[in-house]
């Protein structure tokens, strides 16, 4: 007799199913344990881990640099 194999829930990351864990490191491209430390972080959900995932990532960004004037731009004709 064969076990029924349940669908995932789509909304929740469960990270004891290995095959889970290991598509949701791929979609959204970090380590196992990168994935596991914001999961406790913020829970499970999806919509969580992604909107915890995209805060860090812009905090880490560096801040654009300031445009310089439009005559800086191009030296003088000669």
Excluded: C, F
């Amino acid at each position: 007799m064969q076990r029924i194999k349940h669908p995932p829930i789509r909304n929740k990351i469960d990270l004891t199913d290995p095959d889970q864990a290991r598509a949701w490191t791929r979609r959204l491209s970090l380590s196992a344990d990168a994935l596991k430390a914001v999961v406790g972080k913020v829970g499970n959900s999806v919509a969580a881990v992604t909107k915890e995932l995209e805060l860090q990532r812009i905090s880490h960004q560096p801040s654009p640099e300031p445009i310089p004037p439009a005559e800086a731009e191009l030296p003088p004709p000669v």
